[in-house]
């Protein structure tokens, strides 16, 4: 079998980032730096061939890490906390008080309409290339 050009570099981009099933943090940090480095530039089709593939692979360990049993909207708010270190306390001007705070991270209360709506402009503001709605914190 003869490979062409953009096989081979394809095969090589392979052998350099190995890409598999992510199972743990570690392997996920590994991916979205990949990920982001990528993101900075024009791509070539092997490039955009590895790109794709690795985004699968992250969106398949989030989904299988952050909705398990929980419902849309609590996946969402804990993805991003996770993603972008967002602590708790810093979620206090959204929902109003601490008990409130951690009613909702530990799912025993819902996101109001208005706390969806506070959120989305909380994520929106302090993380540049987000465009989340209320619709993404089930309102």
Known sequence: MTFTSNQQTYTDLLIQYQPKLIKTEQEYNRALTAVEGMMSGELTQAETALFELLVLLI???????????????????ESLMHEFDVEPTSLVGVFGSVEIVREVVNNQR???QSQAESLVK??????????LTALDFGQ
């Open 59 to 77: 969106e398949n360990y989030e989904e299988r890490l952050y909705s398990m049993g929980e419902s849309k909207p609590m996946a969402t708010l």
């Open 110 to 112: 819902k996101i109001s």
């Open 122 to 131: 909380f994520f929106n503001d302090h993380y540049s290339g987000l465009s």
